[in-house]
């Protein structure tokens, strides 16, 4: 079954610990991106992927970083967590990102204590 | 600044009636405007892409237009059910070239039997 797969599907964590959450797709698709959902401002893009190595900032990239090691992969790290960063993350892949459909993930609601 | 609006307020809708809902931006020249549905503590699914030279796309009891004029994007759904209850985002691309998803804050739609 094509998907993005996300993990963990919720984190509760402290303020500076940091965190990996994973994202994997498995539909060979050349572009990923990370969003966030706030109540009232929709989703906001953070960091977005072309391709293996090549990622680039979205609307709002303070605070974290990725990587894109392989195709499939795209995790988003939160080095040190602040509670501004507590919020509804979602994974999407497309096949190129160029007025490609989004496929989501399931999302990972994460609070920062 | 660029800025997406959706109805501000839900909808609430009898059964069989349609939907409409609203889509405006301002100081974007999008390519292609996409619209979703995310129903409660899920990801985002796809249902509708309309290009700029397009007016109008539909997909069973769904109809999408674009009118790049007045910078308005318009969402039908038609004989609603109760199982169209969900909230519709829409998103678009500022160019053809452009890897940035824009989504709107969403309107939600609740449909009464």
């Known amino acids: 079954e094509a998907q993005v797969t996300q993990n963990p599907r919720y984190l509760i964590t402290v303020t500076g610990k940091k965190l990996t959450v994973t994202c994997s797709q498995n539909m060979n698709h050349e572009y990923m991106s990370w969003y966030r959902q706030d109540p009232g401002l929709g989703l906001r893009q953070i960091y977005y992927?072309?391709?293996?190595?090549?990622?680039d900032k979205g609307d709002v990239p303070e605070g974290y970083k990725v990587s894109r090691k392989e195709k499939r992969n795209f995790p988003l790290i939160l080095e040190s967590p602040s509670p501004n960063q507590t919020s509804l993350y979602f994974c999407?892949?497309?096949?190129?990102?160029?007025?490609?459909?989004?496929?989501f993930g399931s999302g990972t609601q994460l609070s920062v204590l | 600044s660029q800025k997406i609006e959706q109805n501000s307020e839900a909808l609430n809708i009898q059964e069989g009636k349609t939907a409409t809902l609203t889509c405006n931006y301002t100081?974007?020249?999008?390519?292609?405007l996409q619209w979703y549905r995310q129903d409660p503590g899920r990801g985002p699914v796809f249902l509708l892409l309309i290009r700029e030279n397009e007016k109008e796309k539909r997909k069973e009891r769904l109809k999408v237009t674009f009118d790049t004029t007045l910078k308005q994007s318009l969402f039908h759904i038609t004989a609603s059910q109760p199982a169209d209850s969900a909230t519709y985002l829409c998103?678009?691309?500022?160019?053809?070239?452009?890897?940035?998803?824009?989504f709107g804050a969403g309107t939600t739609v609740t449909v009464r039997a």
């Open positions: 999407a892949s497309s096949q190129t990102g160029l007025s490609e459909k989004l496929f």
């Open positions: 992927s072309m391709n293996v190595e090549a990622t």
């Open positions: 100081n974007y020249s999008p390519a292609y």
């Open positions: 998103a678009l691309l500022p160019s053809p070239l452009d890897y940035k998803l824009s």
